[in-house]
């Protein structure tokens, strides 16, 4: 998935093919040495709004909503609630169902699910690495 597009999700059979055990190398095949952090950062700023936890709580209230209903519980503008809808979608955490007419919301649960496996595992990560000596 190219820069600044999404968060490194890739559906419901996907994973963001990150080995976080793996230490750090100063420079990786790309010559990149952080691209493998990429899709677990881009997951935590798509969450790092209030409005976008507002609007993940909002959803998880009942099974789906449409946009309407949750600028009715936001104080911001339609056009700022859509473009807010459009970061947690392009990282997998809502889900968009159309019939018809009708858009409708969903959390993503089994998306959530697997960013809290990845950040246990990379928080864990760092617990892990307080023994080992570092040579900077």
């Given at each position: ?79 700022t609630v859509s473009q807010h ?52």
């Amino acid at each position: 998935m190219g820069k600044g597009k999404g968060c490194g999700w890739h559906g419901s059979a996907g994973t963001l093919d990150v080995d976080l055990a793996d230490p750090v190398v100063a420079d990786d095949e790309h010559g990149r040495c952080c691209d493998h952090f990429d899709p677990l950062a881009r997951a935590f700023k798509a969450l790092g709004h209030p409005a976008r936890l507002m609007i993940l709580k909002k959803l998880s209230s009942q099974s789906s909503h449409c946009c309407g209903d949750i600028c009715s519980t936001l104080p911001l503008a339609q056009s700022t609630v859509s473009q807010h809808l459009k970061v947690l979608k392009d990282c997998g955490f809502i889900q968009l169902e159309t019939a018809g007419q009708q858009s409708r919301y969903t959390v993503n649960f089994e998306r959530l699910t697997q960013f809290l496996g990845e950040n246990n595992a990379f928080f864990e990560s760092l617990r892990d690495r307080r023994g080992e000596t570092h040579t900077d």
